[in-house]
């Protein structure tokens, strides 16, 4: 088994230029990663592979999938609509420097805020004071008629939760391994696995189809404990999609308890709007 390809942004730009995609997806997918490394630093995906493996896989996913793709593009276009804003700065350092999930969705909800704000003519900054001896607020906009304060928070999986999807990840980054290597796409859904080694029989089943797939450039088609995951050479990988198993976490009760801890940020920092973005299945 071939090793993984090392996280970099070089990484990102060949799994993008590798796809059957038009020039101006290609173009402005390049310009989001150029962007992200500018802002981020060169040696950002290795640190954050590091941290959290959470934290870069998503921006690979971009190269294959629509709505990952147009994040990174979202974030990237944020990240310049923002660059003169007051507090951006101080957001860019802790970007490049805080590889914790959470402070990382978090600092995105910020940008997010501040930039649908700014979209409908109002100004924005990040972590003011609303008064002296306050707590700074996440986000502060200016509208025609006053000053909004808006609290961020970000709710992840529960500690269970992130464990199995860390190893989703790592069986992810396998399957990417053999997609990078054998110019094949997949589509469908993964499997559960139980234990190392039926993951190790699994991704030996795979790459025995991507080889199939890849050399009679055919679809070949891969039935394991009750889902089916189709091998497509790289020249019929339109709309192609593969899905991480299905996890549950410990839901509405959980997030409850997230709420009333980011009330009582906002009464500490005088912000009267919260966005919240639930990573845990309940929404937003």
Known sequence: ????????????RRLLDNRQHSVA?????????DTLESTLGIDWPSRAAEADPGLFRPMLWGASHVVAYAELLEFALRLQLLQSVAGMARLRRSMRADLRAEQHYHTRLQLEVASLAIATGCSASFERKSKPGSKPVDVEIT??????????K????????????????????????????????????????????????????????????????????????GVSIQVLPNSLSGGSRLDGPSRESEGWPRLAGKLSTACEQMAA??????????????GN
């Open 25 to 33: 997806w290609r173009d402005d997918g390049r310009w989001a990663i």
């Open 269 to 282: 920092s005088g912000a009267s709007w919260l966005r919240i973005d639930a990573h845990d299945g309940c």
């Open 154 to 225: 970000v709710v992840l999986l529960d500690l269970l939760a992130r464990q199995a999807m860390q190893d989703d990840e790592k069986l992810m980054a396998r399957i990417g391994v053999l997609q990078f290597h054998h110019d094949v796409v997949f589509d469908g859904g993964l499997p559960q696995l139980e234990s190392d080694g039926e993951v190790d029989r699994f991704v030996a089943r795979v790459e025995a189809a991507a080889i199939v797939a890849s050399r009679s450039q055919t679809v070949a088609t891969i039935d394991w404990t």
């Open 1 to 12: 088994m071939r090793d993984a390809p090392l996280p970099s942004w070089d990484l990102l």
């Open 143 to 152: 509208t025609a008629v006053g000053v909004v304060g808006v609290e961020t």
